[in-house]
């Protein structure tokens, strides 16, 4: 401690003089210390907004978001139709690529039947030089149908070469219904999760495929831009994009109902399948290539293109596309969460604490799944999620640092005031471990079993001084009655003296009682003689005595000496402070565990602020006004008796009334 008189408000506890040297002083950091709570937030903050904000846990963002899109699926769409080239098609009609005249007859019979639109996911980006009638049928058909949508690719020349647009024949581009970018983009695990409304070379210039799709059906919803993505200035040669979203997936491949391409033209479906139908045409067969790894389907079973797209354009449809939150924001939502285990760890026990946390960690996995589901936006949670799950370790790391860093610090105390390792090292040297906690519990545990001796020498010191000052005190109030001198100034002092120590001595006896020798006995009994003992005293008040105690025996296991003293004492105070021709009741009331015994008298009574504190030791009542009287040792032994019974005392008061009960436990 400080050696000045006064010490200042920056003065540092380790320090042996003042003022401190910041330069060597062991504790210089004491004003930015921080409270384990404090610290424990702050390891938690900036693990979660570093980990979010350097997306180090990228990858366990991704499963988790695929986890979610297989587990909650949606119903597959009635009026959405995938027209698939298959094996069964590529069996029947031969190997692919088909004559154009194929295309257009299958656009023709789609039309005939009434679909509402048809995304026709194949590329005719060159003639056919061997049958350009085929090429003109094809392009009679689609002029014909009015309806029909076809891809625009982003592809380049050459590995690393110049990204090139390029869409379909000059004269099927003028009577497509409109074109529409086909592609899906993959994230660097290889799954296709997102894709760009807006794309293009140079400038976005190009919608989505089934963009394109929705607005010649006219099923586009609000808020989806229909014009090009204005920017400031072009980018030449570069691909450029605008608005990424990630898809909310109906099912797994197949979930989407599909019709084999050789079966539409043969005509093998039900009449007024595809009346008022969006139709995609595109291939499904796994030799074509056109497929897609997707968080639903993986890369052992993946997804084929025209699937991916009509599971953009359901998304797209019901608006339910899912937006990624902003960087910012998402750093600082995971950091909120980081925060939430301190809301429950420093107040609940370390089993609540752990389970608490593992729910929460569950719960947070689960919110971040049903995000896209329910509010169609993502929020990247790896770094709340991380510091979640080292909350309890940490708190944990942090509670043990300060409980080891007290511990130190009260032995080093206990030590300096005891002085008994030093004195005695040799036989009582604390055994060692080579786990420094574990030294520390070796060493309490000695301290404590040393302030035990000390406390045990010490009420047995006391026993023996109460009992030796009692004796001659006792002698000398003798001899002072035998001599028929009461009215000797002296007789008070040493009367008060005697009781005085006869309190004591009780006193300490409560405290040293063992339980385990106490015996089988009758309560109503102890009760009995307490009141029998009282009699002569009250009678001299003038105060009448009631008893309300059963008949039979009321067994417990205890002493007989220190229960009859303990409610001989509630009868001498109740007597004491009750007027003249009153009542004092003694009553005992058994539940099927427990015996209540109540002192009811009809006293001045006890005010609130008092009765909080009347067990205590050397606590005295002013009564009426009057200075207290006695040592304030007698309601203390009657708590002490309780306890060492296994019971409690407690009082109630109000005017001309109080009551004191002892609640005792039954032998079982």
Same mark, same amino acid.
Request: hydrophobic share 45%.
């Given at each position: ?38 610290? @424990? ?54 190997? !692919?690529? !088909? ?5 257009? &007859? ?96 140079? @400038? ?79 291939? @499904? ?39 990624? =939150? ?5 750093? #600082? ?20 604490? #752990? ?125 002072? &009655? ?89 009868? #001498? ?59 304030? =040792? ?35």
């Amino acid at each position: 401690m400080c050696r000045a008189r006064r010490i200042p408000r920056f003065c540092c506890s380790c320090c042996r003089y003042w003022p401190c040297n910041p330069l060597t002083c062991g504790n210089r950091l004491r004003l930015y210390h921080l409270t384990d709570r404090q610290s @424990t937030r702050l390891i938690l903050l900036v693990i979660a907004v570093l980990v979010t904000f350097s997306g180090m846990l990228d990858r366990l963002d991704k499963v988790i978001y695929d986890t979610g899109q297989r587990l909650f699926t949606r119903p597959a769409p009635s009026d959405l139709i995938i027209v698939g080239i298959d094996e069964q098609s590529l069996f029947s009609m031969g190997r !692919w690529p !088909w004559p154009r005249q194929t295309h257009a &007859d299958l656009v023709t019979r789609l039309k005939d039947e009434g679909a509402r639109v048809i995304g026709l996911d194949l590329v005719f980006a060159e003639p056919d030089t061997g049958n350009p009638a085929s090429d003109d049928a094809l392009i009679n058909a689609v002029a014909y149908a009015g309806n029909v949508v076809m891809p625009v690719l982003m592809e380049s020349s050459r590995v690393n070469g110049q990204m090139v647009e390029t869409l379909p024949m000059p004269m099927l581009t003028a009577r497509v219904a409109g074109l529409g970018r086909a592609h899906g983009e993959l994230d660097a695990d290889g799954i296709a999760r997102s894709v760009f409304l807006w794309e293009g070379i140079g @400038t976005p210039g190009w919608p989505h495929f089934a963009q394109a799709v929705l607005a010649v059906a006219d099923a586009l919803p609000p808020g989806y831009a229909t014009t090009p993505h204005a920017m400031a200035e072009s980018q030449p040669y570069m691909l450029v994009r605008h608005d990424e979203r990630k898809i909310n997936f109906l099912g797994p491949p197949g979930y989407v109902s599909t019709v084999s391409y050789v079966q539409v033209l043969a005509g093998e479906f039900p009449a007024g399948l595809f009346k008022d139908k969006i139709v995609l045409v595109g291939a @499904t067969a796994a030799g074509m290539g056109d497929l897609l790894p997707t968080p639903v389907s993986g890369l052992r079973q993946p997804m084929a293109g025209v699937e991916f797209h009509a599971n953009v354009l359901e998304s797209m449809r019901k608006n339910t596309l899912i937006k990624d =939150l902003p960087l910012w924001l998402t750093t #600082l939502l995971c950091g909120l969460l980081a925060l939430l285990p301190m809301l429950w760890l420093p107040m609940v026990s370390p089993l609540i604490g #752990l389970v608490s946390s593992g729910l929460l960690f569950i719960v947070l996995i689960f919110a971040t799944m049903a995000l896209p589901l329910s509010f169609h936006i993502w929020l990247p949670t790896s770094g709340a999620l991380l510091a979640v799950l080292i909350a309890y370790p940490v708190w944990s790391w942090r509670k043990l640092e300060s409980a080891g860093r007290f511990l130190d610090r009260e032995l080093l105390r206990l030590r300096q005031e005891l002085k008994w390792m030093e004195r005695r090292k040799d036989k009582n040297r604390t055994p060692a471990s080579d786990d420094p906690f574990q030294n520390r519990i070796l060493q309490v545990q000695a301290v404590t079993e040393r302030l035990k001796q000390i406390d045990s020498q010490r009420k047995e010191v006391l026993a023996f001084i109460s009992h030796d000052i009692r004796a001659p005190l006792a002698s000398a109030i003798m001899q002072l &009655d035998e001599a028929g001198d009461t009215g000797n100034r002296l007789y008070p002092s040493l009367a008060r003296a005697l009781s005085l120590a006869e309190e004591f001595l009780h006193t300490s006896r409560a405290e040293m009682s063992d339980s385990a020798s106490f015996q089988e006995l009758d309560l109503a009994a102890v009760l009995h003689q307490a009141l029998d003992d009282i009699y002569m005293d009250a009678l001299e008040k003038s105060v009448r005595l009631l008893r309300d105690l059963p008949d039979d025996p009321v067994w417990i296991r205890g002493h007989f000496g220190l229960l009859h003293r303990a409610v001989l004492n509630l009868l #001498l105070n109740a007597v004491k402070f009750s007027p003249v021709d009153s009542v004092v009741k003694l009553s005992l009331e058994l539940t099927e565990q427990q015996a209540t015994v109540s002192v009811i008298d009809q006293g001045p009574g006890i005010a609130p602020e008092e009765q909080d504190k009347l067990f205590q030791r050397f606590t005295r009542t002013d009564s009426q006004g009057k200075a207290p009287e006695g040592s304030g =040792l007698g309601l203390y032994f009657v708590r002490t008796v309780a306890e060492k019974h296994g019971g409690r005392v407690s009082v109630s008061s109000e005017a001309a009334r109080t009551v004191f009960r002892i609640h005792l436990p039954l032998m079982k």
